[in-house]
């Protein structure tokens, strides 16, 4: 009789390749599947890897380009952000990953798709939703909710044994055990000593930044460009010469690789997991660090200020809880991107920007198109086309109910001039 094939998705660290050996000892096909997501990875020798232990295939694929123009994009124009810090780096990369791991679930005929997920992460949240919304009738492996699987590897120093027993190599140790996840957008960082929200950070932990303390003295600047709230062009100084990019995963590319070298886009915080539980997450996400940022000040200068604050308060927050919680494939989100779109047909114009020791700044901004801002109207040195008496008006029509509230407090006994 055939083993049942399962798909597992696969990154060649401690847990999935411990994973990979225990689902082959339960009998099964495993098939591996590694997802492109832009860390810096040596995918062959990861496919080495699984081979050597025994998968029946691992295909590795180059998710890159959809990651960013379908997820990160999207994210930039909606200024997404969790809980008012966390850029959704790992969340963000998810709904290409299990899509692409069901086509090649699909195309091997496997039955199931196994993770590496915790049961107390969100991550087995976030897979999970999407295969089941992907392929509603596909079964799902969680080895960290086997109570077999868990009781066996209590936690990470079992998996380091398991491994040892093996022979399967790992970069993780007993010494440095947290947990990283990486992709093009960031680096996050787990577990093990990070586990107490008031141990510093370790300074050698940090992979993609230079430490703000010791980066360069000397800033350095850069112009971003923005079509309907998209990032389309980066033009930027390399060893004298003036360079641009408007191809989206090298534009990407280049403005974490000026992000990182100044320090760019570090944070440490405690963070509300979907599933209850707090957690304590370093992460690092330098590119898109800047490009929010960025987007942010466009919108200044070309976004009305009615759709702006409908689109703060009703679709930034949704948009990122949204993603964060692992509702990428819903109804909810299909509605709020069409929202994302609408509101950003002005978003028209280019960012000058700097970076320099962990900070970014921006030094200008302009529109070719968008007429929002008039420099006459708004000068304190001309009249212009405003006629300031027509303020009187405005105020004394605002101030009517403020009046009425003066008023009742007054009859109250309630004085607003001696304060509460």
């Known amino acids: 009789m055939a083993k049942q094939k399962v798909c597992l998705a696969y990154s060649g660290g401690l847990d999935t390749s411990c994973i990979l050996a225990y689902l082959l000892e339960q009998n099964y096909d495993v098939v591996c599947f590694m997802a492109d997501v832009g860390q810096e990875e040596d995918f062959e020798a990861a496919k080495k890897k699984a081979l050597k232990i025994g998968a029946s295939a691992c295909y590795v694929e180059d998710i890159r380009r959809e990651f960013i123009l379908e997820l990160c994009w999207p994210a930039v124009a909606s200024n997404s952000i969790y809980e008012n810090v966390y850029l959704l780096g790992t969340s963000l990369a998810r ?138 062009k980066l033009d930027y100084i390399e060893k004298g010469s003036k360079k641009t990019i408007t191809d989206a995963v090298d534009l990407f590319l280049t403005t974490n690789a000026i992000a990182r070298r100044h320090g760019v886009g570090r944070i440490d915080i405690v963070e509300n997991r979907f599933i209850g539980l707090k957690s304590r997450g370093c992460y690092e996400t330098p590119g898109l660090t800047c490009l929010r940022a960025a987007h942010i000040d466009i919108e200044g200068l070309t976004l009305d200020r009615e759709v702006r604050a409908l689109r703060d308060q009703f679709v930034t927050f949704n948009y990122a809880k949204i993603l964060y919680n692992g509702l990428y494939f819903s109804p909810e989100r299909e509605f709020l991107q069409a929202s994302i779109v609408a509101s950003q047909g002005s978003v028209n114009g280019a960012v000058r920007c700097r970076c320099f020791k962990g900070s970014f700044s921006v030094l200008g901004r302009w529109s070719d198109t968008e007429k929002l801002y008039d420099m006459s109207e708004s000068s304190m040195d001309e009249i212009g086309d405003f006629e300031p008496q027509e303020t009187t008006g405005f105020i004394s029509v605002n101030a009517i109910r403020l009046k009425k509230y003066g008023r009742t407090k007054e009859e109250k006994g309630e004085s607003l001039v001696k304060g509460g």
């Not at 990486?182 to 930044?209: Q, R």
Request: aromatic share 10%; with cysteine.
């Open 95 to 232: 709904p290409v990953i299990a899509r692409k791991q069901i086509e090649v679930a699909q195309k091997e005929g496997c039955f199931a798709v196994s993770h590496g997920c915790t049961g107390k992460g969100n991550d087995q949240v976030r897979f999970e939703l999407a295969f089941y919304a992907l392929q509603p009738t596909i079964k799902v492996i969680a080895p960290w909710r086997d109570p077999v699987f868990y009781k066996r590897f209590a936690g990470r120093n079992d998996l380091l044994d398991y491994a040892a027993q093996k022979g399967i190599p790992v970069t993780s140790t007993k010494s440095k055990p947290w947990s990283m996840d990486e992709n093009l957008a960031h680096c996050s960082y787990e577990a093990g000593i990070l586990e107490d929200p008031n141990v510093t950070a370790p300074s050698d932990m940090w992979k993609l930044t230079e430490d703000p303390a010791t980066a360069s003295n000397t800033p350095e600047d850069f112009t971003l460009w923005f079509e309907k709230g998209l990032p389309v």
